[in-house]
């Protein structure tokens, strides 16, 4: 069975700096997808990136990031010029590649915050 | 613009009692997936379906239950309801793996 673990629970960052929140998955697949979703108070699940494990190169999405380890199993998200809108619960999630779509698997979450 | 849509957004129900989420989904979204998160977790994958056929199941019982109908809009029910199900359930459609899940905002669901 496939699992998604977030280490940090919360994290905090100054407005306009970087930071990196960290992933790790589990899994035998070798086809399969990551993705970071975004989920601010409103609830709405947002996608901010999606990588294709086949896909040696980093997604990137304007001051999104990722820095995908396959061997490591790692997918972490740097997050750069951190604006205030983007204080919100950001979740990791894996899924297989599957015909027509396969679940997600989420990891815990977590809680960032951007302090002005 | 979200392109889903799910009513209600709150709801409270006795436990043993019965409820309905409702889910509308993009046109041409022929796969739509639910999931349940509880207060600080991630969710948790309930059941997906294609083309009104169920194509997947998560670990809930057999209580939870669904339809997707041809206009793209899908049903959650859950029965018997019981306190651990309160929870933000929410619905997920997609045109195909390779463009990715869009999310609802959610039905809080309060189990008294």
């Known amino acids: 069975a496939q699992t998604v673990t977030q280490s940090q629970p919360e994290m905090s960052v100054q407005e306009a700096e970087t930071v990196t929140l960290s992933c790790t998955y589990d899994?035998?697949?070798?086809?399969?997808?990551l993705f970071w979703y975004k989920q601010p108070p409103s609830r709405q699940m947002i996608l901010v990136i999606r990588q294709e494990a086949y896909k040696q190169q980093n997604a990137t999405e304007n001051r999104f990031s990722v820095n995908f380890q396959k061997a490591a199993k790692s997918f972490s998200l740097k997050i750069s010029d951190s604006q205030l809108g983007d204080t919100a619960m950001y979740f990791c999630?894996?899924?297989?590649?599957?015909?027509?779509?396969?679940?997600?698997?989420f990891g815990q979450g977590t809680e960032l915050s951007v302090k002005p | 613009e979200t392109g889903v849509t799910q009513s209600p957004t709150h709801l409270i129900k006795t436990r043993g009692q019965q409820v309905t989420l409702r889910c509308s989904s993009q046109?041409?979204?022929?796969?739509v997936s639910w999931y349940q998160q509880a207060l600080g977790q991630g969710p948790q994958f309930i059941f997906q379906?294609?083309?009104?056929?169920?194509?997947g199941r998560g670990n809930f019982p057999p209580r939870f239950s669904g339809l997707q109908f041809p206009n793209y809009s899908s049903e959650l029910n859950v029965n018997a309801l019981e306190l651990d199900d309160s929870a933000l359930y929410l619905c997920?459609?997609?045109?195909?793996?390779?463009?990715?899940?869009?999310f609802g905002s959610g039905t809080r669901l309060t189990v008294v």
């Open positions: 046109s041409g979204h022929n796969t």
């Open positions: 899994t035998s697949e070798n086809n399969y997808y």
């Open positions: 379906y294609y083309r009104e056929e169920e194509n």
């Open positions: 997920a459609s997609s045109m195909g793996q390779n463009y990715g899940y869009t």
């Open positions: 999630a894996f899924m297989k590649h599957n015909f027509p779509g396969g679940k997600l698997i």
